[in-house]
């Protein structure tokens, strides 16, 4: 196997990695929000690596629906709702989440289905992106006002990276992207994906533990 495709499914198995590994994780804070979120993206870059591996056209169509799930509802509008947990003390119960995901999942299989909207389906992500985007400041300023910098400064560079990925993702070639071994958009993509993953999972526990600490103070 050459380098480059040596690369390309380390990315995947470490994209994989993460979803399982911090999704369980959230799991067990009962976040199902961001749980399945996580879960949804290990799912995807398990068949991606299948159907790079393989060929298969139906693992292929498989991430190509997770991929669609994730970029439309799954990161935007899913995860910011998952975070709220920290930020808004937003926790609805786990009836509401599965209706919230159900309804995703649906949106998705209807942006997928409709012919008239392909062409506006790569804007529209990066709508969805760029709304997620201002989240994440918002969520960075909050972790900075409880002291947690560095963590303020990873969501930041996760935001900027991610939109980045967002924005070239249906618009742009990276140049020699069909022989690059490091620089080319899969890899940079997958990478990019995998540490927001982790870093989303450390910053939100940072702020779980801020407002923790500050609670335990007002009691006294």
């Not at 709220?84 to 942006?111: D, Q």
């Not at 071994?181 to 989303?200: D, E, K, S």
Request: a positive charge; charged letters at 10%.
């Amino acid at each position: 196997m050459e380098p480059r495709n040596i690369v390309l499914c380390l990315a995947c198995f470490l994209l994989l990695a993460n979803g399982l590994t911090f999704g369980i994780r959230f799991l067990k804070k009962r976040n199902l929000l961001l749980a399945l979120e996580w879960f949804v993206v290990a799912f995807s870059a398990t068949n991606f690596l299948v159907f790079f591996l393989t060929g298969s056209e139906h693992a292929y169509l498989i991430s190509y629906f997770c991929d669609a799930f994730s970029r439309a509802f799954g990161i935007p509008l899913i995860t910011a709702l998952g975070l709220m947990a920290v930020t808004h003390a937003y926790k609805p119960s786990v009836g509401k989440e599965l209706m919230m995901f159900a309804g995703a999942l649906l949106g998705t299989l209807a942006l997928i289905s409709a012919k008239v909207l392909v062409p506006l389906l790569p804007y529209f992500y990066v709508l969805m992106w760029m709304i997620f985007s201002v989240y994440l400041v918002y969520f960075a300023v909050r972790l900075a006002t409880v002291g947690e910098s560095l963590h303020a400064i990873g969501v930041m560079f996760g935001m900027l990276a991610s939109l980045t990925i967002a924005c070239i993702y249906d618009f742009y070639k990276i140049p020699g992207d069909d022989s690059n071994v490091l620089l080319n958009f899969y890899v940079l993509a997958l990478t990019t994906w995998a540490y927001l993953l982790v870093h989303l999972y450390y910053a939100y526990c940072a702020l779980e533990r801020a407002k923790g600490a500050m609670a335990a103070l007002q009691t006294r």
